[in-house]
């Protein structure tokens, strides 16, 4: 079983900083894409950053210049570093993972918790 946990998420004032973590742990051995998701008020899960095991990256629009994405492959993690925070940033952030858990088993998606971000005015 794999199991991903996030930590981080808190309440900021708009222009500050955050710094998201989640580690994977459990049966793994290998790890390729992970991801961040932001489920704001009312709103639908969408993509906020991507990185893959070579750490390509690819941002949503909103957030590029803003955000950086980065993982440690050695500790299974995968972080958010998210500068220059607005309200719109205000939701739930998820982590995902696309996970092997033996080199005879397909990779199959983890979701984490999620951890609540709210930037205030």
């Known amino acids: 079983q794999v199991q991903l946990v996030e930590s981080g998420g808190g309440l900021v004032q708009a222009g500050g900083s955050l710094r998201l973590s989640c580690a994977a742990s459990?049966?793994?051995?290998?790890?390729?894409?992970m991801g961040w998701y932001r489920q704001g008020p009312g709103k639908q899960r969408d993509l906020v950053a991507r990185i893959s095991s070579g750490g390509s990256t690819n941002y949503e629009d909103g957030v590029k210049g803003r955000f950086t994405i980065s993982r440690d492959n050695a500790k299974n993690t995968v972080y958010l570093q998210m500068n220059s925070l607005v309200p719109d940033d205000t939701g739930v952030y998820y982590c995902?993972?696309?996970?092997?858990?033996?080199?005879?088993?397909?990779?199959?998606?983890?979701w984490g918790q999620g951890t609540l971000v709210t930037v205030s005015s």
């Open positions: 459990g049966s793994i051995f290998s790890i390729s894409n």
């Open positions: 995902k993972g696309t996970i092997q858990s033996s080199r005879f088993d397909r990779y199959f998606e983890v």
